[in-house]
């Protein structure tokens, strides 16, 4: 067994500074807005971005995607990115900040194995064994 893997998501359009300086071993996604990007390009200084054709930008762990609800689809995008098929290990934990937790999303990340859901202060976190991760790959 692996430590965890750690994913934020972050749907604040604000939440621009806040951002830096990031943890080392988490990776961001981040809502684009005119105060996030900015912030975000700050944190890709030092290196090259990569754009990909699904709207989503990825540069030193931080990734902005276009506005849409924390839902399937982003989750879906998440599993792509960091799940089994894209890392070993996978992604394990989530951390979504700008929403508040309630049942249906509690029902929705159990769908993903995420077996344990808790509020934070500024949002919501999940998390998964990396067996569970296995599993949702299968």
């Known amino acids: 067994m692996t430590g965890e893997v750690r994913v934020c998501i972050v749907l604040d359009p604000d939440f621009g500074e806040r951002l830096?300086?990031?943890?080392?071993?988490?990776s961001f996604?981040?809502?684009?807005?005119?105060?996030?990007?900015?912030w975000a390009r700050a944190a890709w200084h030092t290196g090259a971005?990569?754009?990909?054709?699904?709207?989503?930008?990825?540069?030193?762990?931080?990734t902005t995607f276009a506005p849409l609800p924390f839902g399937f689809e982003l989750?879906?995008?998440i599993e792509e990115h960091h799940g089994l098929y894209a890392q070993d290990p996978p992604v394990t934990a989530l951390e979504i900040i700008?929403?508040?937790?309630?049942?249906?999303?509690s029902a929705m990340l159990a769908e993903y194995g995420y077996a344990e859901t808790f509020a934070t202060h500024c949002g919501f976190?999940?998390?998964r064994s990396e067996a569970a991760a296995r599993r949702c790959a299968g």
């Open 20 to 26: 830096l300086p990031l943890p080392n071993a988490t």
């Open 29 to 38: 996604w981040i809502v684009q807005s005119p105060t996030n990007e900015r």
């Open 49 to 62: 971005s990569a754009d990909d054709p699904d709207g989503t930008s990825t540069t030193k762990g931080v």
């Open 75 to 77: 989750l879906d995008r």
């Open 98 to 105: 700008g929403l508040e937790l309630t049942q249906g999303f």
């Open 125 to 127: 976190g999940a998390r």
